[in-house]
């Protein structure tokens, strides 16, 4: 995501490839200084006895052929430490160095709203660890730029099943977890804390919708949005909702945090679209991290076979 502040002239395309370049020059720095980080805090902070990046278990899963796309997978190097994760910093790296901080394990998860299954929720009695997929899934962020990741995880669908949502429930909303205590960058208010996001029903029983626990094989790391994070291949990124804390089903279409920054920028539906531009760039191309050059983007990201049914009938330039 972008600051407001920022000058129209500041183009993203620019920012994106200094940036990747930048991350590729320092990451052996970025390694060593992140450790650094760790070691002092871990002494100015007695009570955490467990500080440091968490040990990624590796996980047992099957692989989803309807979703191996003949493209190439993005380095992980990129996916972990090339992040937007607000909560711990604006910059992308500040979530891989500033991440480490949440404690991902218990976790629970407050469902309410129309559902006739309220309550508090272990991680574990949502996610079914036993029936893990691999999804290689592209990931297209309103900032232009691009990547295919291995997720591992559970259809949405298959979690909302278990919360029992009542037919008044119209909308699934999340929300993250917002502790200043473990996310350096809640102090900042670019965001109207917790970040929210939310989906209409039918786009959330969609199959594509999937909560992710895990990369690469193994656990998700904590700056991808451990330990359950949404993702929704066909819109841009910031809809894909990290380290979820709050499931709401409600009747009414919520006003998601980014709609909140800036409502004339940041729809509800935030389809990939490359006919409709940001009001401060275009979208009709990106940039996918670890290549040269720029590519088309596709419209709902390429997956519209999958969801254009979804909107069939509605005016997608007044639903962005
Ligand atoms: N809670 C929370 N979720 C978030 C964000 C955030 O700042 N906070 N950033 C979003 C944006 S803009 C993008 S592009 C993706 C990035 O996911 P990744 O870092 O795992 O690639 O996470 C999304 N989910
Ligand atoms: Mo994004």
Known sequence: MLIKQRKASDESENNVTSEWAYLNRRKLMLGAGAALIG?????????????????LGSLDFSQNPAFRPDEVVTPEAAVTRYNNFYEFGVSKEDPFINAWRLQTSPWSVTVDGFTDKPGTYAFEDLVDMNALQERIYRLRCVEAWSMVIPWIGVPLASIIKKLAPTSDAKYVVFETLADPAQMPGIRWPV????????????????????IAVGLFGKEIPNQNGAPMRLVTPWKYGFKSIKSIVRITFSDTQPTTSWMKTGPSEYGFFSNVNPEVSHPRWSQARERRIGEFGRRDTLKFNGYGEEVADLYAGMDLRKYF
């Open 191 to 210: 965001i109207d804390w917790p970040y929210q996001e939310g989906l209409r029903m039918d786009e959330a029983m969609n199959d594509l919708a999937f």
């Open 39 to 55: 070691a002092g805090a871990a002494l100015s902070d007695l009570q955490r006895r467990d500080a440091g990046p968490r040990e």
